[in-house]
Nanobody, 118 residues
Framework: QEQLVESGGGLVQPGGSLRLSCAAS????????MTWYRQAPGKQRELVAG???????NYADSVKGRFTISRDNARNTVYLQMNNLKPEDTAVYYC????????????WGQGTQVTVSS
């Protein structure tokens, strides 16, 4: 069964860093574009950072210069390095894989909580 498994969330002080990981099955990693989303309490889910099928990257304006998305093809894993974290980064972070030409179009991870607080 194809799946995404996230890890790496936790509690960190403002200005700190965390690295999230998203491990994918072979088919997902090879054929789907990988993206990180987040959802804060009472807010809609929003895109944080992602790869396109052409392997370019895009970031939300709010995280540019602080977050970096990367991938390890040997491990079928996508990472989100988050530096200089702010309280407004507090959210559940989700890994997403998307390919509108395949069924299913989307896979979602279970989510990992990131809390930025002193």
């Amino acid at each position: 069964q194809e799946q995404l498994v996230e890890s790496g969330g936790g509690l960190v002080q403002p200005g700190g860093s965390l690295r999230l990981s998203c491990a994918a099955s072979d088919i997902i990693f090879k054929f789907y574009a990988m993206t990180w989303y987040r959802q804060a309490p009472g807010k809609q889910r929003e895109l944080v950072a992602g790869f396109t099928r052409a392997a370019s990257t895009n970031y939300a304006d709010s995280v540019k210069g602080r977050f970096t998305i990367s991938r390890d093809n040997a491990r079928n894993t996508v990472y989100l390095q988050m530096n200089n974290l702010k309280p407004e980064d507090t959210a559940v972070y989700y890994c997403n894989a998307r390919n509108v030409a395949l069924m299913p179009n989307d896979y979602w991870g279970q989510g990992t909580q990131v809390t930025v607080s002193s």
